[in-house]
């Protein structure tokens, strides 16, 4: 299913032209804002650059999709409290047409979570798709990887 979903978004990417300058910058506003929520552990800004349908594809684990799941994976109510101290974005690529775009590259970040003594440092890759609606970006499928550190 996830290799049918990207293929079918690559393909249509690939079918359309390119993004114009203006919904370059747009997209890139969306990838800065992700990030600019992550460095204020603010939970509503992190998830105001996802589509209410949005779906995270995390590394070894099974996709959660919607935005209720993805706000119980990632600020679960009984869970400890994660505070982001780090968090860096480096977009090596960005691309897309008419309503599909994405963006990939690397990303590091320290947290540490409440209860657990120290920092926990985390470094991977990452795969956005987003998608424009009614002249709105916003994340539709956030991809990620771990790498070696």
Known sequence: ???TSLSLAFALLAASPRLDSADDAKVRAVN????AGWLKNDESAVLATLWPDAVL???????IRGLDAIKAFWFPPAGPRTTIHSFSFTT???GGSGKMAYT???YR???SMEGKQGTILNVGNYLMLF?????????SHRMWGDAPH
């Open 1 to 3: 299913m996830i290799a």
């Open 32 to 35: 800065a804002a992700y990030v």
């Open 57 to 63: 594809i995390p590394q070894g684990r099974q996709q």
């Open 92 to 94: 090596v690529e960005v």
């Open 104 to 106: 990939c590259g690397t």
């Open 109 to 111: 970040f320290d947290y």
């Open 131 to 139: 998608r424009k609606e009614g002249g709105v970006w916003r994340i």
